[in-house]
């Protein structure tokens, strides 16, 4: 059974930072594309980052670009976000995805993604 879950969550001032973690089990990690995605209310879910299984290769959204890092731990089978100069904007709920490597799809769309974890509220106040 595979099991993605996301931590990190919380309240944060504009300004300030956080560290999201998404723990893999029940699948081979390092076959997989990690991503992280996001849902505000009212909006559709998003696209935030994508990390390669390798780590070779990392894409951001480009209102995230320069204020994120997604990276991974393949021994640890987990996946992180580090979350600088948070803005209001930023708030939603962020889930993180799994999309087999061999997959050719979009790596940008959600629907290209096998699993989900169940997600974590960022919450940043002005």
């Known amino acids: 059974q595979v099991q993605l879950e996301e931590s990190g969550g919380g309240l944060v001032q504009a300004g300030g930072s956080l560290r999201l973690s998404c723990a893999a089990s029940g699948l081979t990690f390092g076959s997989y594309g990690m991503a992280w995605f996001r849902q505000a209310p009212g909006k559709e879910r998003e696209f935030v980052a994508y990390?390669?299984?390798?780590?070779?290769?990392?894409y951001y959204a480009d209102s995230v670009k320069g204020r994120f890092t997604i990276s991974r731990d393949n021994a640890k089978n987990t996946m992180y976000l580090q979350m600088n100069s948070l803005k209001p904007e930023d708030t939603a709920v962020y889930y993180c995805g799994a999309r087999f490597s061999a997959r050719r799809s979009n790596r940008y769309s959600d629907s290209s993604y096998d699993f989900w974890g169940q997600g974590t509220q960022v919450t940043v106040a002005s």
């Open positions: 990390i390669s299984w390798s780590r070779a290769s990392t």
